[in-house]
């Protein structure tokens, strides 16, 4: 007992700092889950969850949005560029921005946007094509976003 603990501990604790270390939200947010809480300009809360997908079909990497009204969003992220016009860097950041479209009726454009944490999501605002805005913040989830 003592060796599969003095073996597992190490090897969750570098699983953990390898996930906290990662430089890029891709990094930090591939292949996971969330679950999200939301607030909009009506001060009216809900929820929902994302599924980040690496690599992505329509971005550098994907989003699934599932909102607790049933609301359906789909599409492709990148991590921000940082630095200025004359020295660019793309794909470094810990702030993401997401291009989605809403799975229901007309195709509308919506955004998501938020700084990748090593198990959250801080920042998180979205905007949609009328000009509404929303705030969220995300923790990792165990589950798989629907």
Known sequence: M?????????ALALLWASIALAATCEDRLANNSYECDFINISDAPFTGCFKFTTPGTTGNFDIHVHLSDGAIYNGGCSCLP???VRSPHFGVSKNFDCLTTFNGGSPTPFTFAGTAGARTISS?????LNGITTLYTCRISTSVCP
Not at 2 to 10: E, K, Y
Not at 124 to 128: A, Q
């Open 2 to 10: 003592r060796i599969v603990t003095w073996i597992g501990l190490p």
């Open 124 to 128: 998180g605002h979205t905007t949609s």
């Open 82 to 84: 940082i630095g200025s």
